[in-house]
């Protein structure tokens, strides 16, 4: 099983994913994924904030 994994699309808070299952040189599955970088709250819960500028040049290059 391969997995092949794309940068779709990073924001300001978030990005997107896509993972593509193949199987002995055929397409078997894709995942599609959006994270949301978050803080986890002193009073609990969280709340999203940016993506850190270091993080974000490294997404934005695998999106290349």
Request: contains cysteine; glycine residues 10%; charged residues 20%.
């Amino acid at each position: 099983l391969e997995l092949r994994l794309r940068v779709m699309k990073v924001g300001e808070k978030s990005f997107t994913y896509e993972v593509d299952f193949v199987k002995a040189g055929h397409h078997a599955a894709l995942g599609k994924v959006t994270s949301v970088c978050c803080a986890v709250q002193p009073q609990g819960g969280f709340s999203a904030i940016a993506i850190p500028p270091a993080i974000k040049q490294k997404l934005a290059g695998a999106r290349e």
